[in-house]
Structure formats: structure tokens, C-alpha cells
């Protein structure tokens, strides 16, 4: 997939997509209900439109190795654990999923603007490092799809 398809599948395709799912819905795996799923993601464009700074905290002699997934095509496996998340999740936030996919599309255009100027700018994600433009976009439509998959809308 190009990286124009890649930003399209995020910032138009994702959104609508999403809102074939009531906020209730449970996916095929993991512990999060379809909000809370689509608040887990607005925090994730959170961190790569630069309004939720992280920390890294994958060793740095393992950066490379993770990078290096996270670059390729591969897909995240089913039920891969964030060790950023608890294994109970926080009760959902926004008063309705409509409100949350709204706020996500809010935080995509947030993360266009936030690299208008220049693509080659970095934000640090925890497990990946400082990832620019491109990289953000390869890793939130990798994020995305996993989540889409999760939920049967791919």
C-alpha cells in the first residue's frame, strides 16, 4: 500500500468504517468493547500528532529488531499485549462512540498539520523510537488494521 493509501485508510476509511460498530460491540479477541477500542486509537494519533509525548521504553539493543517489524508488512499478531495497558480496561471516556470517532478524526488532521511544515520532524513512540512522518503513517494504518481486523471490519 502506498503511503497516500496509507493516510487515506486512516484519516476517511477507518473513521467510517468504525461507525458501523456500536459502542458496545467486542472484538475476536482482547478486552476492550468498540469504544474504548476507538479511544485506545485516538491516544495512539495522540502521541504521533506530538500532543501525548512518551517516553521510549523498548532497550535500546532491541530498537533496531522492533523498528525493523514495525516497518515491514507484517501485521500485529491477535492479541498482542501493550504493556502500556492494563489488563482491565479503563471504562470509556467520551459520552458516545460517535463523539469518539469524531475526536479521532479531530486527532488525524491534527496529526497532518502537526508535520505540514516538515514531514522529517519526530515524535518518540514508546516501543518504536523517534518516527517521522511516513513511519507514523506506516505504523497507525499497521495499528489500525490490526484493530479493523479485531473487530471484523476488514
Known sequence: MLH???????????????LQLSAEAKGK???????????????????????S???????????ERVRSFML?????????????MPDIPAPAVME?????????????????????NNSLDTFTNPFFGDLNFEQWTHLLNK????HCRQFNLL
Open 4 to 18: 497516500s493509501e496509507k493516510l487515506n485508510f486512516i484519516s476517511n476509511t477507518v473513521p467510517k468504517l468504525l
Open 29 to 51: 479477541w482482547g478486552v476492550l468493547n468498540a469504544q474504548q477500542m476507538v479511544e485506545h486509537l485516538i491516544n495512539s494519533v495522540r502521541n504521533a500528532n506530538g500532543k
Open 53 to 63: 509525548i512518551e517516553k521510549l521504553i523498548t532497550p535500546i539493543d532491541n530498537l
Open 72 to 84: 515491514s508488512d507484517k501485521p500485529f499478531k491477535e492479541n498482542t499485549k501493550n504493556v502500556q
Open 96 to 116: 458516545s462512540m460517535t463523539q469518539a470517532i469524531d475526536q479521532l478524526s479531530i486527532e488525524l488532521q491534527d496529526f497532518i498539520k502537526a508535520f505540514e
Open 143 to 146: 495499528h489500525f488494521e490490526h
